[in-house]
């Protein structure tokens, strides 16, 4: 997100839980704010020559808070506090 301002989380099946989490947790800590939420069905072969499954998908777009530099900025500060203190 430092690069691009937003980044797009995507996943399918049993994943999408893990995105969904991780979504949530960059929300709470003020670090991304939501842009967009997608969710369709893909449909894929378990196996070659298997029949057809259809899997969930979603893709959760996310974009910089405005408090995101701010809050990246003394993470990295908290680093080299620690980093002195181990020395």
């Known amino acids: 997100m430092q690069q691009y301002n937003e980044v797009e989380l995507s996943a399918l099946g049993m994943a999408i ?3 969904v ?18 969710t369709s069905t893909v449909d894929m072969r378990e ?7 259809q899997k969930a998908k979603i893709e959760i777009l996310l974009g910089k ?16 506090l620690d980093n002195e203190e181990q020395s």
């Open 17 to 19: 839980a893990t995105v």
């Open 21 to 38: 989490t991780i979504a949530e947790i960059l929300k709470n800590n003020g670090l991304a704010v939501e842009k967009k939420i997608m």
């Open 47 to 53: 196996e070659s020559g298997g029949r057809p499954v």
């Open 65 to 80: 808070s405005e408090k995101f530099d701010e809050l990246m900025a003394a993470a990295a500060a908290k680093d080299v």
